[in-house]
């Protein structure tokens, strides 16, 4: 049985931001058809009128009043960028 | 054949709050780079989302204010998609349940003339949902600096329908949105900074189609002249292309204010698939009538509301109301003025003339300002009951604006009362004069400065001493320039 | 017990250092010495702060001095899984994307460990992003089990299961999105709890799906899993999804809970895969509690087969988005063959991540994809619904229910090389997870070859004190916590 839909690997991959190798592509595409294959059989169960189950605990209105606390020091914020000049990150020229 | 343009806005808000949406450091505006920031803002791992209540209560307040209905029950979605000035690279926002759906935006179209009242229309709201703003991005020659103190500021998304057809439309629901958001205390809207923000869909149709056509999507319109001018010219655009029988296409302009042209945005990405999901991490936000009632006691009137009250209890001229309804705290000065004087267009008169021209040439914020309703009021009175003639007002008005002094104090110290009290009897006297000594008239007329002295005695004589000579003076001038 | 100071528990530990028979700093040293012994071969950390770690020891010391000792973590030798964040040190979640991430904050977990006055000792291995059930997913190398070198210690925590097999650290935090503390204290020999999603603070632990991560201590006896527990529960603002309730004195409570329980056993959860060693060591454990007055009820869970499928959707989907945020660009691993910006998203994450993070983001991303949603995720947490749905229901009629931890002991490293087979690891776990149960791990003995086996029970929501004593029954009747492997 091979109900499971093909995953159109290099789509997904440039969703997620992620370059792949042809070897890796490969392998992945093989080894998530397997998993997907599995997963498949979640469309035996029957969900008629159950709701989905987004948090363990159905909770509301978690929050917290608008009162402003200090953030961290720029040194501290930047402390761990891979680049940065006057107290910004830099990044590649970005073209909008 | 005959076209019309169809207009959808998307008008991003900024919340006014201290803080940011989903975290407490200090939301705001011109701080030094990366200053407001926490590890939340920079999405360092492990750090997750707290809700900020302000941020719930000025959308839900939006949403009372234009009419919407407030969902009993809204959640947050993450909208997946990479870009250097989100730190998650997920935005919080509400994907298939807003905060606040339906409602509509009431615009005013231009009249026929300045002092007639314009066409009124409802545009209709899709649906405005709340979500977290991104960094900024300075583009330098061979890199990008990315500065992350606006991440995650609290940012609301009107959503229009598609329902306006021409930019003065578009232009007239921007600047009724604005005022609406600023009546509430929702936003500041200072589009220079960034805390209102609008993107258009535009599309063309043959008229009676009720299709809608290829939709181009507009960026970058950052003032509200820029909405007017940028919908403007790709209406114009777009007419051009279908004339010469070329077909559009569905995409991304880029609108440059400064040269007035677009240019289309080669899309970089694959058609956007942004992945939405609820997120785990906050618990959804349930919205009781309780709520609502105490949030819509703390809305004021609108504008429009403002406008037609103003004309019907106060009668004033359109003119007038719509110079005063336009900033509340304006309105509200003007409405003090009105109940203390019990002459409310004078009081306006004075407001929208007089006060707001001084302030301009000052600088200076209606806060600031030292003459008060109360003064206003007492200037009025001092008119309208003859103790001071309209050229001294205004000379008493100016002083009045510098010193914060009473009206009343500074007549009496500048001798500028006109006394006796009934204008129309030394009126009389100075015509009676006028009328006794035609050679001196004759000399004044011709240029002899002093003649005039030759009727101030007969008048003060009548007053028995107690005219005003400045006001004597005035009358007398006045008189004879009238008789030409 | 052992008489070695590093292989005592918390409890014990607590009481002499009340009673000065040694110091923290003495302890510590201990601790040390041990790991620096023992940890070429284990290598349970990913790093340690030799001076840092002292001067908490001395602190402590001198807190206990002035008759200001915290409570029984005061000086005590704890190590976090390296998820978990403490401000100054390193934070990789044994990524290369992370190798050279220092926090500048705590975790919740972190400050209230701080408070109770514990000396946090090491960043401990685990799986890359707490994603794998072997630590072989580790950009640092795999960790061994100290019961046996050339098998793995379980995973995802198999650092924090095998540095306090090993006597590296008097107890230990782990993370548990889908049995990562459970599986490797199972198959290291030690205690694990998952607490109850909303028990503890998951500020500062990095995200792997979100719905389902805890955080939980490992520990060498149920007494101190409560003592642990105790310290770190609580609700915290920052965590929207913590759950405001009060928390029990755990410890105590071990004293006043004597059942007899009603517990139920999911037939589920005995069939095929169960390995006989594991499927008999359990039987004796409900033997046991049958002796105890305790009524055993077979009970069915219907909806345990679709666990690892709801599990690997929604785990998935919510880590791809999660682990988004590693880019290259505020922090973490920048590609230095990047072209543009686009392109160093690419290379960053493509050099950053391992194989078995790759394919999971792959898996999320493609689950939440346009076209796709509704067919995995959403109908995912519907399935997610009927199996907490499930649970409810037995606990309608007992009051715990006992299975095994993992269907099978400690396996060799390098022996389980296909995912599939891997994610088979999780089966009995998992369903605690997605329901957002407690679940506890206690030593229930030894295969013949000398690999330890875990039971697991499992509590109803929030209800940590009746798990806890159910399992501190057994283990007060068998001691299998005093053995310890030979290294």
Partial sequence: MSSAPQLDIDHVAHLARLALTPEEKAKFAQQLGDVLHHIEQLKKVDVTGVEPMAHAAPVFNVWADDVAQPGLPVELALKNAPAQRDHMVVVPKVVE | ?484 | MSSELFFQPIAQLAAALDAKKFSSVELTRAVIARTKAVEARVHAFNSFDEAAVLAQAAASDARRAAGQARGPLNGIPIGLKDVIAVAGQPLTASSKILANFVSPYDATVTVKLKHAGAVLWGRLNCDEFAMGSSTENSANGPTSNPWDLARVPGGSSGGSAAALAAGEASATLGSDTGGSIRQPAALCGVVGLKPTYGLVSRYGLVAFASSLDQIGPLARTVEDAAIMLGAIAGHDERDSTSFRTEIPDYRAELKTRRGPWRLGIPKEYFGEGLDPEIGAAVEQVIAFYQKQGCEIKEVSLPHTRYCLDTYYVIATAEASSNLARFDGIRYGHRSKNATDIVDLYFQSRAEGFGAEVKRRIILGTYVLSSGYYDAYYLRAQKVRTLIRQDFMNAFREVDALLTPTSPMPAFKLGEKADPLALYLCDIYTIGVNLAGLPGISVPCGFTQSGLPIGAQLIGQPFCETDLLAIAHAYEQAHGWNTKFPFL
């Fill in chain 2, 1 to 484: 054949m005959n076209y019309e343009a169809v207009i959808g806005l998307e008008v991003h808000v900024q919340v006014k709050t201290r803080s940011k949406m989903f975290t407490r450091v200090a939301a705001g505006y011109g701080h030094e780079p990366n200053t407001l920031t926490d590890p939340v803002v920079l999405a360092l791992p492990g750090t997750l989302p707290l809700m900020n209540k302000a941020a719930l209560d000025a959308i839900i307040k939006a949403g009372l204010l234009l009419g919407c209905e407030i969902a009993p029950v809204c959640k947050w979605d993450r909208k997946n998609y990479f870009y250097p000035d989100s730190p998650k690279n997920y935005q919080i926002s509400q994907y298939d349940q807003p905060i606040c759906l339906c409602g509509t935006v009431e615009i005013e179209l231009p009249g026929p003339a300045r002092n007639v009242m314009g066409e009124h229309k409802t545009i209709p709201l899709t649906r405005i949902h709340l979500e977290e703003d991104v960094g900024k991005l300075n583009h330098g020659a061979t890199d990008s600096l990315v500065d992350y103190n606006r991440a995650g500021t609290p940012l609301m998304e009107i959503v229009s329908e598609p329902a306006m057809h021409t930019a003065e439309e578009a232009y007239a629901y921007l600047t009724s949105l604005r005022a609406t958001m600023i009546y509430g205390g929702i936003s500041d809207c200072d589009m220079e900074k960034g805390q209102l923000r609008c993107d258009a869909n535009i599309s063309i149709r043959h008229v009676g189609e009720t299709k809608l056509g290829v939709k181009v999507e507009l960026k970058n319109l950052n003032s509200i002249s820029f909405v007017r001018d940028g919908i403007s010219h790709e209406i114009k655009r777009q007419l051009a292309v279908v004339e010469r029988g070329g077909t559009l296409v569905q995409e991304t302009r880029d609108y440059d204010g400064q040269t007035g042209t677009s240019q289309s945005l080669r899309s970089k990405e694959m058609a956007h698939d942004y992945r939405y999901f609820p997120d785990p991490d906050l618990m959804p936000v349930q919205v009781d009538e309780a709520w609502k009632q105490r949030l819509r006691a703390e809305c004021p009137e609108l504008p429009f509301d403002k406008q037609r009250r103003f004309l019907e209890q106060y009668q004033l001229p359109y003119t007038l109301t719509s110079v005063l309804v336009w900033d509340r705290t304006l309105a509200d000065y003007f409405e003090e003025a009105a109940k203390l004087s019990g002459k409310p267009q004078a009081a306006g008169n004075w407001i929208a003339n007089d006060l707001l021209r001084e302030l301009g040439a000052a600088h200076h914020a209606l806060a600031d300002s030292k003459v008060r309703p109360a003064h206003v009021a007492a200037l009025v009175q001092l008119v309208d009951s003859g103790a001071v003639l309209t050229n001294a007002a205004k000379e008493i008005f100016v002083e009045m604006f510098a010193t914060g002094e009473q009206p009343d104090a500074i007549a009496d110290r500048k001798g500028l009362k006109a006394a006796p009290t009934d204008v129309g009897e030394l009126e009389q006297w100075c015509c009676d004069a006028i009328a006794a000594n035609a050679k001196a008239v004759d000399e004044f007329k011709a240029g002899k400065e002093s003649a005039i002295n030759a009727f101030k005695g007969p008048v003060m004589k009548a007053a028995k001493g107690k005219a005003n000579p400045k006001v004597i003076d005035e009358t007398l001038r006045r008189l004879l320039a009238a008789q030409g």
